[in-house]
């Protein structure tokens, strides 16, 4: 008991002697032993490293997870060690709730028929996006957690531990700085036609104590200083280590796009899927609309207007042309534009002709477009100056 109070009396000494230093510091009646230049750098790279990387990580979890009582849940179970249940994805769930109204309203009805095929995409998709969720929670959350957990903490212990020594550093020099300006008083020889004998024992008598506290005081600062340089390079390697931390997320981050292309060029595959599974159904159930129909009817063109067909038309290009069934292909010098119906078009991707049938196109350029009746619903007929010929829905991005 009697060490450890001894003990305890030291720490509350030496807690005392920072705090007068810290608090002389701000009110600016205390020298400052100030860092290097680079080692100032590295501690604001280090900073600026850490406070990114929380935003980051923050962010990409309400993008992986945009319900923020689920992310309160799923971080309290991390928390307490236990594996995160289970999440049905929004997209699994809807599928759930179609597939059910299917059932229920009749699957063999047109509605109920539509109903399982989206539901069925709409199960794809959420697959996709809980594969998404979990590469992106292993391969980029994770190593970002590691480090602010890891070693961020290491390094703020060691710049905490730093700068107690640097305060320790500096106690001692004031230390030292005032046993020698009172080594300096006390040395002053005194007159002896206006001191006393008795005054000039005395006055001899300080200058040895000074003496010694001067001593005493300059091995104080040695082994501050000491301590101080050491803890100082051992922070400044930490710090240094930023740099791998640094090339640790890029791989990560590189990882994280390539989770996020797969997870949408899966997406993209699946709603292709969908579209002509809709198109060829609709066709059945409405004929005479300008979509993907595998039996088409040609109505007369005051039935359907091009614009409205052209508004439907789903993305992807089928191999079939302007013919419809039972007749010879048109040739386009023949093919005219309807009184009403031509819309202008902004292509998005360069697009070389297959045939003499089709048009060359070039992003970013401008065009007219229309449909004609029973043709497919993945083509369009494309005028640009005197040239003409179809050109797939996918590449043009229809203006008003």
């Known amino acids: 008991m009697d060490f450890n109070m001894k003990k305890l009396a030291s720490d509350a000494g030496i807690f005392f002697t920072r705090a007068v230093q810290f608090t002389e ?41 945009p319900n923020p009582s689920a992310r309160v849940e799923e ?8 594996k995160v249940p289970s999440r049905v994805t929004n997209g699994e769930l809807l599928a759930q709730y179609m597939a059910e109204a299917a059932s229920e309203l009749g699957p063999a009805t047109p509605y109920g028929k539509t109903l399982t095929k989206v539901a069925e995409a709409e199960k794809r998709l959420g697959a996709a996006e809980r594969d998404f969720i979990h590469a992106a929670s292993i391969n ?19 710049r905490r531990l730093l700068q107690n020594r640097r305060l320790d550093l500096d106690a001692c020099k004031a230390r030292l700085k005032k046993a020698k300006a009172a080594e300096a008083k006390a040395t002053t020889v005194p007159d002896f036609q206006e001191t006393r004998p008795r005054n000039y024992i005395l006055s001899a008598s300080a200058s040895a104590l000074w003496n010694d506290e001067v001593d005493k005081a300059e091995q104080e600062l040695r082994v501050a200083q000491t301590e101080f340089d050491r803890q100082a390079e051992v922070t400044r390697l930490l710090l240094e280590g930023i740099s791998s931390t640094h090339v640790n997320h890029l791989r990560c981050l590189h990882e994280f796009v390539e989770a996020q ?12 899927d969908l579209q002509r599974q809709l198109g060829s159904s609709q066709g059945a159930i ?31 290009p089928s191999a079939s042309g302007l ?16 009184a009403s119906g ?53 590449y043009l991005e229809l203006l008003s």
């Open 25 to 65: 510091e701000k009110f600016g009646q205390a020298e400052r032993t100030e860092l290097d230049a680079h080692f100032e750098n590295l501690l604001a790279r280090a900073d600026s490293t850490k406070n990114w990387t929380e935003k980051i990580l923050r962010q990409t979890e309400v993008l992986l997870q």
């Open 75 to 82: 971080f309290l179970y991390e928390k307490l060690d236990r």
């Open 140 to 158: 980029f959350l994770t190593p970002l957690r590691n480090f602010l957990e890891g070693d961020w903490k290491t390094i703020s212990k060691e």
């Open 261 to 272: 292309t797969t997870y949408y060029a899966q997406c993209y595959r699946h709603m292709l």
């Open 286 to 316: 409405f004929p005479g609309t300008f979509v993907g129909t595998t039996e088409p009817a040609s109505p007369p063109l005051s039935s359907t207007s091009p614009a409205t067909a052209a508004a439907t038309m789903p993305v992807g």
């Open 323 to 338: 013919a419809p069934p039972g007749e010879a292909a048109l040739r386009l010098e023949e093919v005219t534009p309807p």
């Open 342 to 394: 031509t819309r202008k078009a902004r292509v998005l991707y360069d697009y070389e002709a297959a045939d003499s049938s089709e048009l060359a196109l070039l992003a970013d350029e401008l065009i007219t477009v229309y449909s004609l009746p029973g043709m497919d619903p993945d083509w369009l007929i494309g005028e640009r100056g005197n040239k003409k010929g179809k050109v797939p829905v996918t």
